[in-house]
């Protein structure tokens, strides 16, 4: 994942935040969103394209563009910054590919306790039974 590349495919827009602060929300475009076109980008080989529309499906839009936002501080610039690095982890763990199971096979102390507790249990219910004379 080239991180220059991808920095310069994303397009930023300043928009008015929402929430408490006064007449200072009112006039200050705080809040940043973050547009990625995902078909267009050339950080990326078609096979993690694919992986990535995959991981991503809930979230990009119908033109595969994934829109991020952040108003989170008053500043734009702090916002700027958190928005880039959310799509960065964001990226980063949709393109990872999963690991694979290892399989294993229980202990024999494990088998040993489920088989005690399924006694245990099988116990308990027949003494709940009337006695047979």
């Keep these: ?14 928009t008015r935040s929402s929430g408490p602060g006064g007449q200072h929300v009112n006039k200050t475009s705080t809040r940043i969103e ?5 078909d267009t980008s050339q950080a ?7 992986r990535l ?10 033109d ?3 829109i991020l936002a952040s108003g989170q501080t008053r500043s734009q ?11 960065f982890e964001l990226l980063q763990e949709a393109v990872t590919p999963p690991k694979r199971r290892k399989k294993s ?9 489920r088989l005690q507790s399924k006694k245990q249990h099988s116990e308990k ?3 709940r039974k009337k006695p047979d004379f």
Aim: charged share 35%.
């Design 44 to 50: 990326f080989s078609e096979n993690q394209k694919i």
């Design 1 to 14: 994942m080239d991180k220059e590349l991808l920095h310069s495919e994303l397009t930023f827009k300043a």
């Design 77 to 87: 610039f702090k916002n700027k910054e958190h928005v880039i690095k959310r799509f």
């Design 105 to 113: 096979r229980p202990t024999y102390s494990s088998k040993v306790k």
């Design 34 to 38: 973050l547009y990625w076109f995902l």
């Design 125 to 127: 219910k027949s003494n």
């Design 64 to 66: 595969r563009i994934l």
């Design 53 to 62: 529309r995959e991981n991503l499906h809930n979230r990009l839009t119908k």
